[in-house]
């Protein structure tokens, strides 16, 4: 084994990582846009020499390093860079300067993260085995996701391991959160379009109710949930939409509905969209009527591999030990949705989440909202994470 005295590193690639941060949070893309954004990662990567940059996609970017001490397992270490179209409302004297556009769920630093973790790793290149494969992933926040896309365009041919993680501002600064098993769920939406027959308001008899159809339908759809699916198992159907008729004195012959469902795993996903379907045709086949559903997939679950998992909390436990600042837990899941799983379906994988609250009395500006911010003192933990992590399962030493 190669055995690396590395902390000065981690520590002066620290202050890079905020800089980066900052530079790509004032210049944000949105989904399958992020082409400036992949062109100032690429030429970051570029100036470390040692790193292969090539683009999988139009506006993603991926970097390898080869250890020049001999093969080892190769991994694969994922960062998504896209942003949101909402407008920034922080202050922050590094705020964004594209109107309507944010990086509103902490993406930029993931981005930079990475770019410290490959800055890192290519200064150590002369004593590492092993290969160290960057993706910078395009579009994570719109369906169907640039994973899915950068699986398909190869990137994962050859690699043992993936990792992944997330900074939530909503978690203690200090936690790194690792969970066994199912981490995300299923982000699916539905549409369901109930055709009646329209009628006077004042002769319902002749007339079939589609408004009144759909308010049983949505009824009943909670009751899947709470009475179908077992106790034990996690899901969530979310009616979001409603919508029928116009006029006071009609009655109308059509209704819409629409709305959400997170499952973790995808037999309760499938377990759900049957009895979706059930619900739909019965009741309107009862009363005369017909309901159709359109269920659209989303991303699937995250589901951390089990000895993969069981490694990695171990070997954080040790590289953490002896910083007081920092907790390292077995989180429950979460029912948010993540493409990360297009990676992990793949190769066995594991995704973590890094507390990145920036207020210490426990109050936090959430995910998407126009005044989210992070503690740039979790990018440190973040990147002395990935680092860590990478060099013990492709055979190094970090001392």
């Known amino acids: 084994m190669s055995k690396i005295t590395s902390t000065k590193i981690i520590e002066n690639t620290y202050k890079q990582i905020i800089n980066w941060r900052r530079y790509l949070h004032q210049y944000p893309e949105l989904s399958f846009k992020e082409h400036k954004t992949a062109q100032y990662i690429s030429d970051q990567l570029n100036e470390l020499e040692n790193i292969e940059v090539s683009h999988p996609t139009k506006t993603s970017v991926m970097g390898r390093l080869q250890g020049k001490k001999g093969s080892g397992k190769t991994i694969a270490i994922r960062a998504d860079i896209d942003a949101l179209p909402i407008k920034e409302a922080t202050n922050l004297p590094f705020a ?19 770019l410290g973790t490959a800055k890192v790793l290519s200064e150590l290149q002369d004593t590492l085995i092993g ?3 960057f993706l910078f992933q395009h579009a994570e926040e719109v369906p169907p996701g640039g994973a ?16 992944g993680l997330h900074l939530w501002s909503t978690v203690p600064f200090g936690e790194i959160q690792i969970t066994k098993g199912s981490v995300s769920a299923a982000s699916d939406i539905f549409d369901i379009t109930i055709e009646g027959k329209s009628g006077h308001a004042s002769q319902p008899d002749s007339a079939i109710d589609a408004l009144a159809i759909g308010s049983q339908i949505i009824s009943n759809l909670q009751h899947i949930t709470s009475r179908v699916m077992s106790p034990l198992d996690s899901g969530v159907v979310s009616v979001t939409r409603f919508h029928s008729g116009d006029a006071y004195n009609v009655i109308p012959d059509r209704a819409h509905i629409g709305g959400s469902v997170r ?14 379907e059930q619900i739909c045709t019965h009741i309107a086949i009862a009363h005369n009527a017909k309901a159709t559903l359109t269920y659209n997939y989303g991303y699937d679950p995250i589901v951390n591999n089990e000895d993969l998992t069981e490694r990695i909390l171990e070997n954080t436990k040790k590289a953490f030990k002896d910083d007081e600042r920092i907790k390292v837990i077995q989180s429950p899941p979460m029912l948010g949705g993540e493409d990360f799983s297009a990676f992990s379906n793949v190769v066995p994988g594991c995704y973590v989440g890094i507390g990145a609250m920036k207020n210490e009395n426990g109050t936090a500006i959430p995910h998407h909202h126009p005044q989210f911010d992070i503690s740039e003192d979790s990018l440190f933990i973040a990147l002395k994470y990935y680092v860590t992590t990478a060099l013990d399962l492709t055979g190094n030493t970090l001392l």
């Open 263 to 276: 499952a973790l795993t995808n037999d309760v996903r499938e377990q759900i969209k049957e009895s979706m």
């Open 96 to 114: 964004s300067k594209v109107d309507g556009v944010m990086h509103a769920c902490g993406h930029d630093g993931h981005a930079a993260i990475l």
């Open 131 to 133: 290969e160290f494969i």
């Open 148 to 163: 899915k896309e950068m699986v398909e365009a190869g990137v994962l041919d050859g690699v043992d391991y993936v990792l």
